[in-house]
Nanobody, 127 residues
Framework: QVQLVESGGGSVQTGGSLKLSCWVS????????MGWFRQAPEKAREGVAV????????VYVDSVKGRFTISQNTFAHTIYLEMNSLTPEDSAMYFC????????????????????WGQGTQVTVSS
């Protein structure tokens, strides 16, 4: 069982920054992925950034490339999502998720592959 607890959400103005954190009870060190997803009201859940186990570079959805950075502190059991140049379109509930099966390495944006999810943290960006 993997437990995930997000924090760091809040309200900012356009152009502002936030850094989300996700504490993970058990890191998947060989085959899995850690992902950040978001869901805005009346919209489908969207993958934002995925961090792979091992040396493979993380991936980002096009709309956040150059603005968001996913990283980890293995010692602290924490995954981060640093978000800069935020716009109202980034407003959503943000979730971190863990896939320990390894299927995410082929389909990183397939939310059904991620068996473990946090409770979410709200990000609101005002214009």
């Amino acid at each position: 069982q993997v437990q995930l607890v997000e924090s760091g959400g809040g309200s900012v103005q356009t152009g502002g920054s936030l850094k989300l954190s996700c504490w993970v009870s058990t890191f998947t060190t060989r085959t899995g992925c850690m992902g950040w997803f978001r869901q805005a009201p009346e919209k489908a859940r969207e993958g934002v950034a995925v961090l792979y186990s091992g040396a493979r570079s993380p991936v980002y959805v096009d709309s956040v490339k150059g603005r968001f950075t996913i990283s980890q502190n293995t010692f602290a059991h924490t995954i981060y999502l640093e978000m800069n140049s935020l716009t109202p379109e980034d407003s959503a509930m943000y979730f971190c998720a863990a896939d320990i099966s390894g299927g995410c390495r082929l389909r990183p944006w397939d939310a059904t592959l991620y068996a473990y999810w946090g409770q979410g943290t709200q990000v609101t960006v005002s214009s």
